[in-house]
């Protein structure tokens, strides 16, 4: 199947972290990216990890890959009122296909 | 900057008015994509290009269509806009091999 799920909504407050959560149900996915989409904007790639890797530290983000559960998350630490956006994780089947499937976006609200 | 551009930004038509929104790209990248995203939903991918290779998605309306002149250039022509057709509408673009996907801003299409 092809389902990437995640929870809709995050409220957290400004200087905490927030984790981000994804499941998805292709054992094949070569890559797993986190993209941001602030309102009214296209997508911004944050980062993204290869199937092979369980961690990927890049600055205020971290993606945990489990890939036993199927389960990807995305840390973010000491969250800023800048990061409010909604947040799609996505996985790419295998090189070549050209092909996203999308998570169902979580919207991250920080409060001041 | 290299990059991926949409005009216009926003579009307003007539319900059955044909409408024609525009992607351009200085990536210089072998593939080009176009998603429909509706609000709060995740994008939709409705087809995309391999150099001059069309790759339709079986759910694809046939009201929908595309044409790349060339490598910097995608044009995603709405036949007959149906209400059912105001979205936000996302191009893509990557270079071959690779599935990183590089995001323009969208266009808002609105139709009256």
Not at chain 1, 26 to 31: K, Q
Request: net charge neutral.
């Amino acid at each position: 199947g092809e389902d990437v799920e995640q929870s809709l909504f995050l409220s957290v407050r400004e200087g905490d972290s927030s984790v981000i959560n994804c499941t998805y149900t292709d054992s094949s996915s070569t890559y797993l990216y986190w993209y941001k989409q602030e309102p009214g904007a296209g997508l911004q790639l944050l980062t993204y990890i290869f199937s092979n890797m369980d961690m990927k530290q890049d600055q205020r983000l971290t993606v945990l890959l489990n890939k036993k559960d199927k389960h990807l998350s995305l840390r973010i630490a000491d969250t800023q009122t800048g990061d409010s956006a909604i947040y799609f994780c996505a996985e790419s089947i295998k090189p070549g296909t050209y092909k996203y499937i999308f998570g169902t976006g979580t919207r991250l609200k920080v409060l001041a | 900057d290299a990059m991926v551009i949409q005009n216009p930004r926003y579009q307003v038509t007539q319900f059955g008015k044909p409408v024609t929104l525009s992607c351009s790209q200085t990536l210089n990248h072998n593939v080009m994509y176009w998603y429909q995203q509706k609000s709060s939903q995740a994008p939709k991918l409705l087809f995309h290009y391999y150099d001059k290779d069309f790759n339709n998605e079986a759910d694809t309306p046939d009201n929908f269509q595309s044409r790349r002149p060339n490598t910097s250039f995608c044009f995603l022509d709405i036949r007959s806009p149906g209400l059912g057709d105001a979205a936000m509408y996302l191009c893509a673009t990557s270079r071959a091999h690779y599935n990183e996907q590089f995001f323009g801003p969208g266009t808002r299409l609105t139709v009256l």
